[in-house]
Every structure is written in structure tokens, then in C-alpha cells.
């Protein structure tokens, strides 16, 4: 008698477990080299050829509920020193090319910056950084509105990686390419005109009434020039004056958000390193916990298969084996996802260590303490409001236009 061939229905649940034991076992590893070159100037050019650059801190992008930041990992402390750190980093960039006049980060839009960049992070854990960059100039054209993604080189954290290299320089490289594209592509009599309305745009926003009859707008929100104020306008020469104050407390802003980097770079940078460390724990440890749940749930199905099918004992004692072995499988996957919780949990501790090393400093301004925390934008505004009733009280003339209200009302008394 010719042996009894084995039921092919049978063979269904080996092969199943092989497959997904091969697919659970391959793992991928990112290998990337930082290697954008960001372009820099030959020579020094001409100043009325240097756009200056104002760079807001990035929008943390922090969830708003406690839950959304728990299920994406996301301390807003980390985050809001982030945004700072990415905008300084950014400056520094920019600067380093040559291509730029002055590159600030400042805590508000500047009616009177030349250029204007700002963007919000969308995801940053030591291994990727991804953020939302838009760009426009004091006319209103926009430069950029790009999403820009990268991932870290593997010896992003060892000793390979030059002293003073961000992880994520290639990012910041492109960016500083993209925006140089768009300068190129201006010739020197629209960089003069943004020149222009930068500077009456500072003007007409501390004294409408006296300069706003020199800017027009479109449908779009785009500004021109409608006209130049007189040579020699005495009241421009103030605005002058004012406008070079205002750009002395930029500077110091500035130079507070270059310290608070510097300070924090440390910490941040190992923050990085461990967060990188442990995404990697943390995608691995799920593959195999994964894995290991569909191998234990595969070998239980097929164990009772082989039970139910079987014609004897023998083939029922396997398929008995095979249930408890999925069982076993499947609960190692559960200790697996134990495990991941533990990193996950490494992951705030790390959070929120940096946190408490990232708490808002003082700064000084023509005598005056002011915190940088919450608060820069509004000590920002506050500067503005300043400058306002500084130019009252130089030129003698009201900062804004009064209300056609208040003018029918005093024709009719």
C-alpha cells in the first residue's frame, strides 16, 4: 500500500507560520549621510542687495489635549524650547551664506522686516524632524510654504559627527537653498522696492497718519509704493532714528535666543540622543510584539486545526502542542508590549528633564529686566506701544489718524 500523501489543507498553517516568521524577523535600518551643502556667497555683496531676515519661533505644535500629547509622546516644555532652538538654528544658517543682511529671531512679526520666515513643528523625537516652513517679503510675496522632513544619520549621536553639527543640518541647508532661489530670482530693482516698503510699512505702523497715503494695496494684500515722502522729510529722519532703536532691542532679543540655545544645546542634544535611542527600542519592541502575537494567534489556529482534522492520535497530540505553544507566543508578545511601555515612559522622564533645564531667563533692556518667557511677544508689543508715544512726543504729531466719527460729531457742535 502506497503511504497516505499528507492532506494539503494541512501544510496551510506551517507555511502561514513560516511566512510570518520571516517577515517578522526583517528589520529595517536608516542609513543616511548628511550631505546637502548649503550655497554661500563668493564675494561680499553690495548692501542694497541684502535683504534682512526676521525668524518668529516656530509653533511648537503641541496637541491640546493631555491625551493627544500622551498618545504622540509630546512634552509642550521640549517643545516650546524647540521652537527656539529650530529658529536659531535656522538664523544661524542663513547668516553663515552671505547672501542676507541682518537674520534676527524676533518674538513678532516686524512690520519693518524686509523678509519674514516662520514655521511650526509637526514632528521632532531625536530621530526625525519634520516642519512647516512659509516665507514672504514686506510686499506680501510669498517665498515658501514647504513641508521640510529629515531623518537622522546613524552617527548622528557618536563622536563621528563634527563638533558644533546639528543631527539635522540637511534641513536647515535646504531651506536656506530654497530661500536663496527665490532672492535669485528678484533682480536689484525689486530687492529695492521690498527695501522701500519695509521701511514705510515700520513708518506707516507707528504713524498712519503720516505715512500710510505713501503705501497702496491690492486685492490681494499685496504692497506698493504709491509715492516717496520728500527728500530730506524731516519727520522720515525721526522715523529713522526710532526704527534704528527698535533694531537695537531686536539685536538683544536676538542674542537672548542665541544664549538660550547655547544653554540649553547640552541637554538638548542628549535629550535627541535618548529620544533617538529609544524610537528605535520603541519600533523594535513593537515589530516583535506584533510579530509575536500573530505567531502565537497563527500556531493556536493551527494547532486546533490540526486537532479538529485529526484522523490520529498522534496528529491530535501535535495539534494540541501546537495551542499551547501559540498561547505561550502570544503572551510573549504581551510581555513584549510591557517592555514597550517602559520605554515609552523613559521617553517622558527624558521630557521632562529637559523641561526643568529650559525655564525662561531675563534679560536686560536700556535698564529694564525683562523675562523671555511667555511673555517676549507681549514685552514685544509693549516696545511697539513705546515707540508709538516716542514719536508723538518727538514730532508733535498725533501716531494715529482720528476717527472719522469723532470728526462728524465736532462739525455738528
Known amino acids: 500500500m502506497k503511504p497516505r500523501p499528507m492532506p494539503t489543507r494541512l501544510a496551510a498553517p506551517g507555511l502561514l507560520l513560516a511566512a510570518l516568521l520571516l517577515g517578522g ?46 498618545a504622540q509622546n509630546i512634552s509642550p516644555a521640549v517643545r516650546e524650547a524647540e521652537s527656539k532652538y529650530i529658529a536659531h538654528t535656522l538664523r544661524q544658517t542663513l547668516q553663515d551664506t552671505g547672501y542676507w543682511g ?56 557618536t563622536e563621528k559627527l563634527p ?43 507707528l504713524a498712519p497718519a503720516r505715512f500710510g497715503e505713501y503705501l497702496k494695496t491690492d486685492g490681494s494684500g499685496r504692497y506698493s509704493v504709491a509715492r516717496l515722502p520728500p527728500e530730506g522729510d524731516p519727520f522720515l529722519a ?21 544664549a538660550f540655545s547655547q544653554n540649553i544645546g547640552k541637554s538638548y542634544q542628549e535629550w535627541r540622543k535618548s529620544s533617538y535611542r529609544e524610537a528605535q527600542a520603541y519600533r523594535e519592541l513593537r515589530n516583535q510584539e506584533i510579530t509575536r502575537k500573530i505567531l502565537g494567534a497563527a500556531a493556536v489556529v493551527g494547532g486546533i486545526y490540526a486537532a479538529t482534522t485529526a484522523t490520529n492520535g498522534g496528529t491530535a497530540t501535535l495539534g494540541q502542542l501546537g495551542v499551547i505553544g501559540g498561547i505561550y507566543g502570544f503572551k510573549s508578545g504581551m510581555d513584549k508590549g510591557s517592555e514597550k511601555k517602559i520605554h515609552a515612559e523613559a521617553l517622558k522622564e527624558l521630557n521632562s528633564s529637559l523641561g526643568t533645564e529650559v525655564q525662561a531667563q531675563n534679560v536686560d533692556l536700556d535698564g529694564k529686566t525683562v523675562k523671555l518667557s511667555g511673555s517676549a511677544e507681549e514685552q514685544y508689543g509693549q516696545w511697539r506701544e513705546q515707540l508709538r508715544e516716542l514719536y508723538t512726543i518727538e514730532t508733535g504729531l498725533p501716531a494715529t489718524a482720528p476717527k472719522p466719527a469723532a ?3 465736532s462739525k455738528g457742535s
Open 238 to 258: 525721526r522715523i529713522d532714528q526710532i526704527r534704528s532703536r527698535d533694531e537695537l532691542l531686536i539685536d538683544t532679543l536676538d542674542q537672548h535666543y542665541g
Open 407 to 409: 470728526k462728524a460729531t
Open 25 to 70: 524577523c526583517v528589520t529595517q535600518t536608516v542609513k543616511k549621510v548628511n550631505n546637502v551643502k548649503v550655497e554661500t556667497a563668493a564675494v561680499e555683496l553690495p548692501q542694497e542687495q541684502l535683504l534682512e531676515v526676521a525668524i518668529l519661533p516656530f509653533e511648537p505644535g503641541v496637541p491640546d489635549t493631555m491625551k493627544e500629547q500622551e
Open 102 to 157: 541682518a537674520a534676527r529671531v524676533v518674538p513678532a512679526a516686524s512690520p519693518g522686516a524686509d523678509l519674514t520666515v516662520k514655521g511650526k513643528i509637526l514632528a521632532s523625537d531625536g530621530e526625525t524632524l519634520k516642519v512647516a516652513v512659509e516665507a514672504s517679503d514686506a510686499t506680501g510675496r510669498k517665498w515658501l510654504d514647504r513641508t521640510y522632513e529629515e531623518t537622522a544619520a546613524e552617527y548622528a549621536y
Open 163 to 205: 563638533a558644533g553639527s546639528d543631527p539635522f543640518q540637511d534641513l536647515y541647508s535646504r531651506i536656506a537653498n530654497d530661500l536663496l532661489q527665490q532672492r535669485k530670482s528678484l533682480n536689484a530693482a525689486k530687492l529695492k522696492e521690498i527695501n522701500r516698503v519695509s521701511e514705510l510699512r515700520f513708518a506707516a505702523d
